[in-house]
């Protein structure tokens, strides 16, 4: 009885370890997505509220569109309102092309960018995206871009892989 303890006691402590291990390793990760426009007739749990830059309050998927696994580089660049950063990223080959059907089919809707669980940008869609490059123009701290150095090559970089996370 008392290894059974012992070794229930043992799995259990761990199991624990490795939960405090993995809960520290996801703040390190880099996320960024990118949702469509919706009605706000649509599912109330598939969809979320966001209010856009012209004031109006729209509703996005919840589901990105695009997000981190398909990303393959990324380069930051100055914002233009002067407050922080912006990034364009590029994308895999089939992220790109899912990309050019989205934007093809949703041409005066609203695409929102939101990077490590914050919406940061939203731009409407004006015309297909046909080169694999999405451009969040305001919103990204330095925090972010350390997060990002740690698992998203910059454009230019050499090397097909990710970044070794730490």
Excluded: C
Excluded at 19 to 35: L, M, R, T
Excluded at 42 to 64: A, C, E, L, S, W
């Amino acid at each position: 009885m008392r290894l059974l303890s012992a070794t229930l006691g043992i799995l259990l402590a761990l199991t624990a370890a490795s939960w405090v291990s993995a809960a520290g390793k996801a703040d390190n990760k880099a996320s960024i997505s990118f949702h469509i426009e919706t009605e706000a007739s649509d599912n109330p749990k598939m969809i979320f509220p966001h209010t856009v830059n012209n004031g109006q309050k729209r509703y996005f998927r919840r589901i990105p569109e695009i997000s981190s696994k398909d990303v393959v580089s990324y380069s930051p660049i100055p914002s233009e309102a002067g407050d922080g950063y912006g990034a364009v990223f590029r994308l895999k080959e089939s992220a790109a092309k899912r990309l050019s059907a989205v934007t093809n089919i949703n041409q005066e809707k609203w695409l929102v960018a939101q990077v490590n669980g914050r919406l940061v940008d939203a731009v409407i869609i004006d015309q297909p995206i046909n080169d694999g490059v999405l451009v969040v123009w305001k919103g990204i701290t330095l925090a972010d871009l350390t997060i990002f150095d740690k698992s998203i090559k910059r454009t230019g970089e050499d090397g097909d892989k990710k970044r070794k996370k730490n």
